[in-house]
């Protein structure tokens, strides 16, 4: 079975950086596109980044320049480095894959940019 666990949310002031974490285990995150998303407090889901099974990088205009995502092959992990964050990147984040036509999602974890 495919779980996606999210980690590496908390709480950072304006102009700080975050790494979070999207572990994966019943698959592997090598041959496997992974996307990062984020849902703001009344907000629909919005799509942040995405590493390819090719791993090509794909980065929404709102984190370009800002956000990078990353894979680590041997810690069946994506990561998703945040730097430069600003208040309006607060949200919860979640990592997303599609393994034979089937989406899983992570629970998500909690980004909030604030003095």
């Known amino acids: 079975q495919v779980q996606l666990v999210e980690s590496g949310g908390g709480l950072v002031q304006p102009g700080g950086s975050l790494r979070l974490s999207c572990a994966a285990s019943?698959?592997?995150?090598?041959?496997?596109?992974v996307g990062w998303y984020r849902q703001a407090p009344g907000k629909e889901r919005e799509w942040v980044a995405t590493?390819?099974?090719?791993?090509?990088?794909l980065n929404a205009d709102s984190v370009k320049g800002r956000f990078t995502i990353s894979r680590e092959n041997a810690k069946n992990t994506v990561y998703l480095k945040m730097n430069s964050l600003k208040p309006e990147d607060t949200a919860a984040y979640y990592c997303?894959?599609?393994?034979?036509?089937?989406?899983?999602w992570g629970k998500g974890t909690l980004v909030t940019v604030s003095t």
């Open positions: 997303r894959t599609v393994h034979y036509d089937i989406e899983y």
């Open positions: 590493i390819t099974s090719g791993g090509k990088i």
């Open positions: 019943g698959i592997i995150f090598s041959s496997s596109t």
